[in-house]
């Protein structure tokens, strides 16, 4: 079996996914991160929560890239175990 990397999403990353929301867009907002991703839909604003894993297999592509430095202040960096 292949091994897949995890997609490296950062918070206000917006994601485009294979369906429509209902309301009928197609844009999504990230706007959590951990093991659920928490996404806002641009046309409505609705907020969701979906698994990391759903929302990689049904991603189409990035609409804009969020920023990293927000994003790492969330997710701890693992500690340095060797002192």
């Known amino acids: 079996m292949t091994e897949r990397r995890p997609i490296p999403f950062l918070l ?32 409505c604003a609705r907020h969701v929560l979906f698994a990391r894993s759903a929302v990689e297999r049904r991603l189409v592509g990035f609409e804009s890239r969020g920023d990293i430095a927000r994003s790492e202040a969330v997710i701890p960096r693992p500690r340095d175990t060797a002192t």
């Open 12 to 43: 206000g990353d917006v994601v485009r996914l294979r369906r429509p929301h209902p309301c009928g867009g197609s844009t999504w907002l990230i706007d959590r991160l951990g093991a659920d991703l928490g996404l806002r839909c641009t046309t």
